[in-house]
């Protein structure tokens, strides 16, 4: 296997290290401070309208939408007959996600940032389903339609608009005073560790190499 067929697991392993640093130093006096300066920030800058634009963002990552969505994306791949490895490649990432994201939010058990929330919610906090969600299931997306695609314009067009829904779905988690932004950061790095690893599973694994 070459170096550049190992960039992916390297990526992955990388994020797996940044997800476990934050896990390990969100209680520290900075971190918190840090956890709490930002949703205070956020709190006094609240208006209607965003308010209503995150409410909308909040309903759209649901677990129910993101499970929807989901179900939608591999029906769509297996009713239009794309390569089996697609197939696999977002129900490994979609499937993955889902399990990964509560089996942390369990293990960590962390309390959410309850005299900032605006939305009553009992489950644990880090890492960010929502966030977890929008990271794998939009990059999946926007990879199957880049690798169909040759035109630039829409490559570009799905590429900004994947990057602005897992921007905009991190941002509310926050902007709700329903997640910390540690769990966010969190939910990025586990997400993306997930999305990079089955990338280099599925398209750049030296199939006659041993794991």
């Known amino acids: 296997m070459n170096s550049i067929q190992k960039t992916p697991l390297r990526v992955s392993v990388l994020l797996v290290v940044a997800f476990f640093v934050v896990f390990l130093t969100y209680r520290t006096t900075v971190v918190t401070a840090f956890d709490r300066a930002i949703l205070s920030w956020f709190e006094q800058n609240r208006t209607d309208g965003l308010l209503m634009l995150m409410d909308g963002l909040a309903f759209v990552g649901s677990t129910k939408m993101v499970v929807i969505l989901g179900i939608l994306l591999i029906t769509f791949l297996l009713v239009s007959r794309s ?123 030296d199939k006659h190499s041993s794991l």
Do not use: Q
Not at 94 to 110: C, D, E, H, Q
Not at 129 to 134: D, I, Q, V
Not at 149 to 158: C, V
């Open 83 to 205: 390569p089996l490895k697609d197939v696999s490649f977002s129900a490994s990432v979609l499937l993955t996600t889902g399990i990964l994201n509560t089996a942390a939010k369990y293990s960590v058990a962390r309390v959410r940032p309850e005299e900032f929330m605006i939305i009553e919610l009992s489950t644990y906090s880090f890492p960010s389903g929502h966030t977890m969600g929008a990271v794998s299931f939009y990059s999946v997306v926007a990879f199957l339609i880049w690798k169909r695609s040759e035109r630039r314009s829409i490559r570009f067009a799905i590429c900004s608009f994947s990057i602005m829904m897992i921007v905009l779905m991190g941002l509310s988690r926050v902007y709700l005073g329903v997640h910390f932004p540690t769990d966010v950061l969190g939910g990025f790095f586990l997400s993306g560790a997930i999305l990079t690893f089955f990338y280099w599973f599925y398209y750049k694994r």
